[in-house]
């Protein structure tokens, strides 16, 4: 077995971004991405870009309109101010453009803001002192002439660094004294700000001057790398702090990171923040009025008014879709809607056939619209909202293993993400799941109807999930209703009873079911009836009777309920699912470029019943192909393409991948636990190999080596995000606290040691308080996505049921956690000891057992 050398470990595989800016760019520089450095170029002293001087020029605008509209005026707008309904600056859609020269070419203006980096297409100067400023009020507003490139930069490229520096800011305000006497932590914060100032100068420095691709291309990887440690260095902050200071509790600092991560979402808000902070200003809407004559489209800005508002506003952030939504209509913003939630399904693991999308794209599409704009023919806000006003609700039937529930499952997080990217980046989709498959009396006294909300009542925790004591603005939620019974006369539960109940409860009323009775007149207040911001979604293995339909559709929010059959993926859908989502793995590995791939899985057993085994192999056949893709000669780049062949011997059950064009391939078994190995075992990171040397070192020659070789390659997909999480299981005590330390070891990997599930909560429950200390909580603190071993100990057979939740490869969420808060298993491993028999539940989850 080949071992990397620990001292002299190989370089690493880099994508091809030489010739993809190359390929992409005539002049080779990335559209839009000098615009986006420049908010990196910040310090203690100016902890803010500068802006452009035109737009400061004539004083503060301090919620005036003539002043704001005077603004937009001197840099080339067609503006005027309307009184109707309240009083607002209109700024003409027509001349929302650069001049002429630069309307003709397609390249980006760089150096929107900042005073030392001047404008430029192709060598040519800008005339004029206001065109920089009227390039950051058009990109403030999304319609600069190349703001979805600036946009996809910013978000792949500078937003964390840049949301890391206005964290730092923040807390020099918030925390001066820990800041200022406090050695350690000021000097985490000066590393932070270094870091941007650093990345700036660099970025800016090449993208002024004639750089080759090369330079370029090692500068954004550098810039890539240092994003996506972000999370670790904002909860390196964070502990910092709260050591330093305990009147400063650590929910405080994750609300505040999370608010400045909102307010700079995008491109476009990002200088909203500054534009109104500059001026001391408070924008209440925006609106844009759609017109069939272009000269006549125009967006209003209505400024906040003490005189006319009760209470001022939060911060002004557009939409993400902004420029979609001017350009196209929110109509296309909710087709990239649906297109992004089926996108996220499949990403969970969930696979919808064409004819499950045909079934549900109607109504989703529409709840998507109504959620963004109720009626296209008024003008649309574009603020950021996402408030739906057409009720949405499913009742999935089919046979056992159809993947009803894993539908409902993903379906929260999937519709988060949908609405997260295009409408509201603030929103929170929580999820709540009641078994209905129990006796009547029993469901009745779970969703009784209380006078208080401190029970474990279902309509209680229904009710107080949309709208949390720490979140800022009323989110959604997504009730799933599991398990209707049959509609059989003496069963107990009863299809048509159980309808009936949901019916009453969810309608506000406590006494019984009755045909045409009318509702109590407080009953609107105790019931979720008319709350389109509740989705429901039913299983079962029946069919829905009419009159079990009829009873539901006594309420508003089952007035769209529709009926969906539902089967187990097989024959060639469950083909395409396993090509689409070992395609989506790839380009997922190289999401820069998005490479086309053609993957030929004819050959490969794709199995049937349960997906579940089938996404492990894929997610691991993935990894041999990006491996591969990446070290032949070319690398991967923009137009590149992957054509692979998985070819399967069913005699002697080797699989073969290969590149076309290719001579080398590699050759799989299937080993324990249901894992792809090498035919010839091999280490494809050296942490992996430094770790197999370690432990050979510690543990000597005894142990089995094929033993290790899988346990090379379980190392190996842990470090490429192939399991998630990884589980290492064994009876030997010493060889665990071995494996999790020798892990532990490795850069930008943390460790948590000797963790006795039986006497430490691994996540807390409902009314547990906030400090009660957890394992779930233990490896939050490191930040989101961090590389984390865990050594788990479980001495007893209870102590192996306490851990299944947090070594699934679901997230782990608790009782009103979203999936933003939620612990995402990517980066995880875990070590486990256990004493006594193993039990299912450990074996199911375990990529090994030693």
């Not at 788990?792 to 070594?807: G, K």
């Not at 969420?813 to 999936?819: D, E, I, K, R």
């Amino acid at each position: 077995m080949y071992i990397a050398d620990c001292n002299n470990p190989p370089k690493r595989t880099k994508i091809d971004n030489a010739s993809m800016y190359a390929a992409s760019h005539d002049n080779c520089l990335p559209k839009g991405l000098k615009s986006c450095v420049v908010l990196l170029d910040t310090s203690p002293s100016v902890p803010t870009p500068v802006l452009p001087e035109s737009i400061l020029q004539n004083g503060k605008i301090l919620n005036d309109l003539n002043k704001l509209k005077a603004v937009f005026d001197q840099h080339g707008f067609r503006t005027t101010v309307v009184t109707s309904p309240r009083a607002a600056v209109s700024i003409y859609k027509d001349s929302c453009h650069l001049n002429d020269e630069i309307k003709t070419h397609s390249t980006s203006v760089d150096g929107i803001i900042g005073k030392h980096v001047e404008a430029s297409i192709e060598n040519s100067e800008v005339e004029g002192k206001c065109q920089k400023g009227k390039a950051f009020l058009l990109s403030m507003l999304g319609l600069h002439p190349v703001q979805d490139e600036i946009e996809h930069w910013y978000s792949t490229s500078v937003k964390a660094l840049y949301c890391l520096s206005r964290f730092c800011h923040r807390m020099r305000e918030a925390c001066p004294t820990v800041c200022q006497d406090q050695m350690d932590t000021l000097g985490t914060l000066q590393k932070c700000e270094e870091l941007c100032r650093e990345i700036y100068s660099k970025s800016s420095l090449l993208l002024s001057s004639n750089a080759n691709p090369a330079a370029i291309a090692e500068m954004i990887d550098h810039m890539h790398h240092f994003s996506s440690s972000v999370p670790e260095k904002i909860a390196e902050l964070m502990d910092f702090i709260i050591k330093r200071d305990p009147r400063v509790r650590i929910e405080q600092l994750e609300k505040e990171y999370e608010r400045i991560n909102v307010n700079n979402s995008t491109f476009a808000n990002a200088l909203v923040q500054l534009f109104v902070g500059a001026h001391d200003c408070c924008i209440k809407d925006v609106y844009f009025k759609r017109s069939h004559l272009q000269k006549f489209e125009r967006i209003s800005i209505y400024l906040y008014d003490p005189d006319m508002d009760m209470m001022k506003p939060p911060s002004f952030t557009f939409l993400p879709c902004l420029r979609r939504v001017l350009d196209c209509g929110p109509e296309a913003v909710a087709l990239d809607m649906i297109k992004t939630f089926w996108s996220n399904l499949l990403r969970l693991g969930y696979f919808a056939t064409e004819s499950i999308q045909a079934d549900f794209t109607p109504q989703v599409r529409s709840f998507f619209l109504s959620g963004i704009a109720d009626n296209v023919n008024i003008p649309i806000l574009l603020n950021a909202h996402f408030t739906p006003k057409m009720p949405l609700s499913f009742y999935l039937y089919g046979l056992a293993g159809a993947g009803k529930s894993s539908f409902v499952r993903n379906f929260s997080p999937a519709l988060n993400c949908a609405i997260e990217e295009h409408a509201d980046p603030e929103i929170l989709v929580r999820y709540v799941k009641q078994n209905l498959n129990k006796p009547n009396h029993v469901l009745k006294l779970e969703l009784e109807l209380r006078p208080n909300n401190n029970d474990l009542s279902v309509m209680s925790i229904i009710q107080g999930r949309r709208l949390t004591l720490t979140q800022s603005k009323p989110g959604m939620v997504v009730v799933g209703l599991e398990e209707i019974a049959s509609n059989g006369n003496d069963a107990d539960p009863n299809q048509l009873e159980t309808c009936k109940l949901i019916s009453q409860r969810f309608a506000g009323r406590t006494g019984i079911y009755r045909n045409e009775v009318k509702a109590p007149r407080n009953a609107a207040k105790r019931g979720i009836s008319g709350d389109a911001s509740v989705v429901v979604l039913f299983t079962s293995n029946y069919e829905l009777e009419k009159p079990c339909m009829d009873a539901l559709k006594r309420l508003e929010m089952f007035q769209n309920l529709m009926c969906v059959r539902t089967t187990a993926v097989s024959g060639d859908d469950r083909v395409d699912f396993a090509k689409t989502y070992i395609t989506q793995c790839i380009q997922d590995n190289f999401a820069d470029v998005k490479p086309l791939c053609e993957i030929d899985l004819k050959s490969y057993p794709v199995g049937s019943g349960d997906t579940r085994p089938l996404v492990r192999h894929l997610r691991m056949l993935a990894f041999y192909i990006c491996f591969l893709a990446k070290n032949r000669q070319g690398g991967v780049y923009v137009g590149s393409s992957i054509i692979a062949n998985i070819a399967h011997d069913n005699s002697s059950y080797i699989t073969s991948v290969l590149l076309e064009g290719e001579q080398q391939s590699i050759k799989l078994n299937l080993g324990s636990f249901n894992n792809l190995y090498p035919l010839s075992p091999r280490v494809f990171d050296s942490r992996a190999g430094c770790i197999l040397k370690e432990l050979q070192h510690c543990v000597g020659e005894s142990e089995d080596q094929s033993s290790f070789d899988e346990l090379s390659q379980i190392i190996d997909y842990y470090f490429a995000g192939t399991l998630a999480p990884a589980v290492v299981v064994s009876n030997n005590r010493s060889l665990i606290r071995e494996i999790v330390a020798a892990v532990g070891k490795q850069e930008s990997v943390h460790s948590i040691n000797g963790v006795d599930a039986d006497n430490y909560k691994m996540m807390k429950s409902l009314y547990d308080p906030n400090d009660t200390p957890n394992l779930r909580d233990d490896i939050l603190k490191f930040g989101k996505g961090a590389n984390v071993a865990v050594e788990l100990i479980c001495n007893t057979a209870n102590s192996q049921l306490c851990i299944r939740e947090i070594i699934e490869d679901s997230p782990s969420m608790t009782a009103f956690s979203t999936n933003k808060s939620a612990l995402h298993k990517t980066g995880l491993f875990f070590g486990v000891f256990f004493q006594g028999p193993l039990t299912p539940e450990v074996r199911s989850r375990a990529s090994i057992v030693l």
